[in-house]
């Protein structure tokens, strides 16, 4: 799916067929495993943080407090400007509901194609692909709730938890991860990954570097929560 996001489509009606099809799904409908659920019943009671570069939401669809939850990189539930005129945001939610309900031979009806309401230009998704991003109020605050939760416990015993993150975008959760670690001698640091855990050498020993799938290891740390005879479902 993501690789078809860069297909060159021949029109935008086009584009927008395969695009509300995508966020549909991605943004709007329940993933099929219960990793996030997972995650949540681990860290419920924890005072905890999330920063994400995932643009789906299912972080707050399955529960965690949006007052604790960082999208650093949009949101496929909101729209901006393609100019962009103004740092503003637009919910997309009925509009891409039409567009799904309404496409025939993969082609939306042009009347859907979505406009900026303040200039009228094409609206694109709110995702950051270059320095068109619109950073809007929302973010802002965010961005702060994140660094105020990083200045309030500087110094204290802390788990930084990185889960699936790679190299395509490694200075937004990776490398600050590392660099945070290894400037608290308190801290933890832990990487879920398949295939890419690892960490430096300066924090080897303050470091879990765990290599598998995400949802079998949560699905493993969920045991000691479950209640005696309780089975896991197959």
């Not at 949802?215 to 479950?226: K, T, W, Y």
Request: hydrophobic share 35%; proline share 6%; glycine share 6%.
């Amino acid at each position: 799916m993501y690789s078809g996001g860069f297909y060159p489509y021949s029109t935008l009606e086009e584009h927008w067929a395969y695009w509300s099809r995508y966020i549909w799904l991605n943004r709007y409908q329940d993933p099929p495993l219960s990793t996030y659920q997972d995650l949540l019943a681990l860290v419920r009671e924890k005072d905890y943080f999330v920063i994400t570069t995932n643009v789906d939401h299912c972080f707050q669809k399955a529960g965690f407090d949006k007052k604790r939850l960082f999208y650093t990189q949009g949101d496929y539930g909101l729209f901006q400007c393609s100019t962009p005129c103004r740092q503003e945001t637009f919910d997309n939610r009925e509009i891409i509901r039409q567009m799904v309900a309404s496409q025939k031979e993969m082609k939306i009806p042009s009347s859907l194609l979505p406009v900026c309401p303040r200039c009228g230009k094409p609206l694109t998704m709110n995702l950051r692909s270059d320095d068109s991003f619109v950073e809007d109020e929302g973010w802002h605050q965010a961005a702060e709730r994140y660094a105020a939760f990083l200045r309030a416990r500087r110094g204290q015993r802390i788990l930084f938890w990185e889960l699936g993150v790679g190299y395509n975008t490694p200075v937004i959760i990776k490398y600050p991860f590392w660099q945070m670690t290894a400037q608290n001698p308190r801290a933890i640091y832990c990487c879920v990954n398949n295939g890419e855990a690892l960490c430096p050498q300066e924090i080897r020993r303050r470091a879990i570097c765990l290599s598998g799938d995400i949802n079998h290891v949560l699905g493993q740390l969920q045991e000691p929560l479950r209640p005696s005879g309780a089975s896991t479902p197959a």
